[in-house]
């Protein structure tokens, strides 16, 4: 607003123009991200990325005490093994460890854990319209 931006322009700065986009200079598309790992600013979106979904996991283990399972869903943790791959590669040393052969399975749902995983780490995918549907289902005059 100092700049003389608008309500609009600021959240479309904000919005669109930030994260992803903002750091690496050509997408907020991860898989475009993940394709151009030769440009530098697209190197550090990733990496930042991937820093950030750890912090969170991590901040969510301290406030449950642990962790039973770990679980990727939606696009990204639905669709990219090399993200779940190096998210889960941190965790080792608590246990967490994937099976690379079945981190590239699809469809989902899938258990990637490998045996020897103190933590099941799983894909299932969102649903989302089955979660629309359920909650639709709800204010359905009941007969």
């Not at 931006?5 to 997408?27: F, H, M, P, T």
């Amino acid at each position: 607003m100092r700049q003389g931006l608008g309500a609009e322009a600021i959240d479309r700065l904000l919005n669109r123009e930030s994260g992803l986009l903002g750091i690496s200079g050509i997408s907020s598309d991860l898989r475009t991200i993940l394709a151009t790992q030769d440009n530098d600013r697209a190197r550090l979106a990733y990496a930042i990325f991937i820093r950030r979904l750890r912090e969170a996991i991590g901040a969510m283990m301290a406030d449950l005490g642990g962790l039973d399972a770990l679980i990727f869903t939606a696009g990204i943790g639905e669709n990219s093994a090399q993200v779940r791959q190096d998210v889960c590669a941190y965790w080792e040393f608590l246990g967490i460890e994937i099976a690379p052969d079945r981190n590239c399975l699809r469809p989902c749902p899938v258990d990637i854990s490998s045996h020897a995983s103190r933590v099941k780490v799983l894909v299932i995918p969102t649903q989302e319209d089955w979660a629309i549907a359920q909650a639709c289902y709800e204010f359905v005059p009941k007969i």
